[in-house]
């Protein structure tokens, strides 16, 4: 549970800025991508993965299961409606603002040193999976514009996830794991979606 409650304040930063920003003129934003140039496309980033197809998330994660290799783990990663007004893992030196660091993710919330907010409109839930105990290891919520290896695995691209079934999915796995680095990222994922029901995230286990 300490996890949990370590986590609950950032959760709260991000609701209230989400609040902050939909009544805000939004004109005057500036993407993380936009800030150096250690970035890719999300549309390049994307095309390097293999796609998936499938009537829905669950349907696609069981067609990644079906084409990964049995003895190879393999990312199965999907985008999202990102909250607005948050950037995570953006490349700049100078800021005014909250930075949480959870695990090696960096989540901001402010501007640059000149006023202008920052965010990220392109993330990704990356789940990896153990195909040998059809166990999910790790997940991350990573910037698509950043240039990664991903650890040298396979990613099969699920496309876009509508929230409720992206919320309820990463509900269930926060419920389901130890209160560990695994249950931590879910709650992560959830507090950054661009949801009104992320406001009512509570202990112990990051329910909504």
Same mark, same amino acid.
């Given at each position: 549970?300490?996890? @949990?409650?370590? !986590?609950?304040?950032? !959760?709260l930063t991000l609701a209230?800025?989400?609040?902050?920003?939909?009544?805000?003129?939004?004109?005057?934003?500036?993407?993380?991508?936009?800030?150096e140039g250690e970035f890719?496309?999300?549309?390049?980033?994307?095309?390097?993965?293999?796609?998936? $197809?499938?009537?829905? /998330?669950?349907?696609? #994660?069981?067609?990644? =299961?079906?084409?990964?290799?049995?003895? %190879?783990?393999?990312?199965?990663? +999907? @985008?999202?409606? &990102?909250?607005?007004?948050?950037?995570?893992?953006?490349?700049?030196?100078?800021?005014?603002?909250?930075?949480? %660091?959870?695990?090696?993710?960096? &989540?901001? &919330?402010?501007?640059?040193?000149?006023?202008? %907010?920052?965010?990220t409109r392109n993330l990704?839930?990356? /789940? #990896?999976?153990?195909?040998? =105990?059809?166990? !999910? %290891?790790?997940?991350?919520? *990573?910037?698509?514009?950043?240039?990664?290896? +991903?650890?040298?695995?396979?990613? *099969?691209? #699920?496309?876009?996830?509508?929230? $409720?079934?992206?919320?309820? +999915? #990463?509900?269930?796995?926060?419920?389901?794991?130890?209160?560990?680095? /695994?249950?931590?990222?879910?709650? /992560?994922?959830?507090?950054?979606?661009?949801?009104?029901?992320?406001?009512?995230?509570?202990?112990?286990?990051?329910?909504?």
């Amino acid at each position: 549970m300490r996890q @949990t409650k370590m !986590i609950q304040p950032f !959760i709260l930063t991000l609701a209230l800025a989400g609040i902050a920003c939909a009544g805000a003129d939004r004109v005057t934003t500036l993407t993380a991508a936009a800030c150096e140039g250690e970035f890719q496309s999300s549309t390049a980033a994307i095309q390097s993965f293999t796609s998936v $197809e499938g009537a829905d /998330l669950m349907a696609k #994660l069981e067609a990644a =299961r079906t084409r990964a290799q049995a003895q %190879t783990p393999y990312w199965s990663a +999907y @985008t999202f409606d &990102v909250r607005p007004g948050v950037a995570v893992d953006p490349a700049i030196h100078e800021f005014h603002g909250s930075m949480n %660091t959870i695990g090696d993710t960096s &989540v901001f &919330v402010g501007t640059t040193a000149s006023g202008v %907010t920052v965010e990220t409109r392109n993330l990704g839930v990356f /789940l #990896l999976r153990d195909p040998g =105990r059809n166990q !999910i %290891t790790r997940m991350e919520v *990573y910037n698509l514009e950043h240039k990664r290896e +991903y650890s040298s695995y396979p990613v *099969y691209w #699920l496309g876009r996830a509508n929230n $409720e079934e992206s919320l309820n +999915y #990463l509900r269930a796995l926060s419920a389901a794991a130890p209160l560990d680095t /695994l249950s931590e990222r879910a709650v /992560l994922g959830i507090a950054l979606h661009d949801d009104v029901r992320v406001h009512q995230i509570h202990e112990p286990r990051g329910r909504l």
